[in-house]
């Protein structure tokens, strides 16, 4: 381990492999609220809440790999911290998928990336059931604790146990087997109260994006419950669209429509995962879609739709209003990144595949016109401003790269960047560390006090330790990148897609 502001880069691509590919694995054990201490360091007393985080926790079964991580089953790892405490649990969602497979010790199902069931395509072909794997995304709404999953219905789940309550509808809003995005954003009081503003996508030769807004809390002035669904929207676009994540202004619900084409031949002839059938579209445009939210000045109005700059993007980073200009922060890929039927995830050469790019497009909203200006030429993903800021001007992002200044390779170190200056700070997990998500979590103000800073608080990355073959829990201070404490876990945790912070 390094600690910031000096970290001593390696030469490129100087990481064992076997170490990184020992974080693809199966977790075998559930832990209920085991007290850990910090290896080094003195946890904050001022964090209180819940760290939840999601990813697949089951890679292989009955001796067959899933071909792609993002097919293995979702496990929520919880780290409540608690007076200068942190107690760790960890549960597989009991989706339908997982609790059929558990008792037939066999996969039974066809992944989204293109994990086939033994047997090969004559086992495969029109077998278009999607397992629900809620492996993408936690986060806290109402009463429940939802794992995401795009192309379905939430889970949801006991915060405090971590118990599957069941697939919900969320009090009758979706439909069953509706889509609902993995990626909502938390408005933290655009309008007053704060809100959740998440969508479902239903693709086709046009898509239809619903814009769901949630309340988070209870508001006695109102009557509003926590959890209610506040407005909702639904506009139709033409084309294919492919949105996994999306960014959110007072105003405006901003989407990305990639240039990407979806062939579902050889998925239905069971050759494919349905995500394996994505591919760029030669010559297409990209477009953004911007859909007024119901709370903002342009209620009721159409979207606009504008041209924008050729890349991929999975992930947005924030978005804010700035006189007649829509700022948008993304990461952007010079092309759709897939794994082929023949391809062992942990074999891929780093070299082959596009890196993710941080790039912030200027939408001129009165001429439709788009600057975009790339940030840093350093590989990144899993990027997030301070929460206080969402939808609103930010000077900060904090953000999982990789120990190279250039050139694609596994995450291994977190980035702190002054959005303005340019200026950075890394704390790096390299050689024998990889990062996953950082988690931005601020400072909780004092009554009577200044208001903390922008980049007052902490980072928190759970990374998996290749010397250790587990996983680690590291608390950066978020100002300096400094590190504070570091706990190792008594869990090997496979590298993980989403989660957040639950304040309390
Ligand atoms: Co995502």
């Known amino acids: 381990m390094t600690v910031a502001p000096s970290p001593v880069s390696p030469q490129a691509g100087d990481y064992d492999r076997a170490d990184w590919a020992s974080g693809f694995r199966n977790v075998g054990v559930e832990l209920s609220d085991v007290a850990i201490q910090a290896s080094h360091g003195t946890i904050p007393s001022e964090l209180q809440g819940t760290l939840y985080r999601n990813g697949p926790g089951r890679l292989e079964r009955g001796g067959h790999w899933v071909h792609h991580p993002f097919d293995g089953d979702g496990m929520i790892t919880a780290l409540r911290f608690e007076d200068g405490g942190v107690r760790l649990s960890n549960r597989f969602i009991r989706t339908e998928g997982w609790l059929a497979e558990e008792k037939a010790g066999k996969p039974l199902y066809r992944g989204v990336f293109g994990t086939q069931k033994p047997g090969g395509p004559l086992a495969n072909a029109f077998d278009l059931r999607l397992k629900n794997i809620a492996n993408t995304h936690v986060v806290r709404l109402g009463d429940d604790l939802l794992a995401l999953w795009e192309a379905s219905s939430p889970h949801a789940l006991d915060p405090d146990s971590l118990e599957t309550r069941g697939l919900t509808l969320l009090d009758g809003v979706l439909k069953p087997g509706e889509a609902f995005s993995a990626h909502p954003r938390f408005d933290p009081g655009h309008h007053g109260q704060e809100r959740m503003v998440t969508f479902g996508v239903k693709t086709g030769p046009r898509s239809t994006v619903r814009l769901l807004e949630f309340a988070v809390a209870d508001d006695p002035a109102t009557g509003v419950k926590a959890g209610q669904l506040l407005s909702e929207r639904s506009d139709s676009f033409k084309g294919f669209a492919f949105l996994h994540d999306f960014a959110i202004t007072p105003n405006w619900a901003v989407f990305l429509q990639n240039a990407i084409a979806f062939n579902p031949l050889p998925f239905v002839l069971g050759q494919k995962g349905a995500a394996q059938c994505l591919a760029s579209k030669p010559g297409g445009q990209a477009q953004f879609w911007l859909v007024p939210r119901d709370s903002g000045a342009y209620a009721g109005q159409e979207p606009r739709i504008i041209p924008a700059p050729e890349g991929f993007v999975f ?171 570091v706990l190792e876990l008594p869990l090997a945790i496979p590298y993980g897609l989403h989660g957040s912070f639950v304040e309390g």
């Not at 969402?390 to 977190?414: C, F, H, I, K």
């Not at 959005?419 to 004092?446: C, D, H, I, N, Y």
């Open 315 to 485: 992930h947005h980073v924030n978005a804010w209003e700035e006189r007649d200009e829509l700022v948008l922060t993304s990461i952007f890929y010079a092309d759709f990144p897939t794994i082929g039927p023949d391809m062992d995830f942990r074999a891929i050469d780093f070299n082959q595949i596009p890196e993710g790019l941080l790039e912030r497009c200027t939408i001129d909203l009165t001429s439709g016109s788009v600057q975009s200006e790339r940030l840093s030429e350093r590989c990144c993903e899993f990027a997030m401003v301070n929460p206080a800021c969402q939808g609103l001007a930010s000077r900060y992002a904090w953000m999982a790269v990789a120990e190279r200044e250039t050139g694609n390779d596994p995450l291994q170190a977190l980035k702190k960047l002054d959005l303005v200056t340019g200026e950075q700070q890394v704390w790096s997990a390299a050689p024998r560390g990889f990062v996953s998500e950082p988690v931005m979590v601020p400072r909780p103000a004092t009554a009577g006090a200044p208001a903390p800073a922008e980049d007052d608080g902490w980072v928190l990355c759970v990374i998996w330790n290749g010397a250790r073959c587990a996983s680690d829990l590291v608390i950066l201070d978020a100002a300096s990148m400094a590190e504070v404490a």
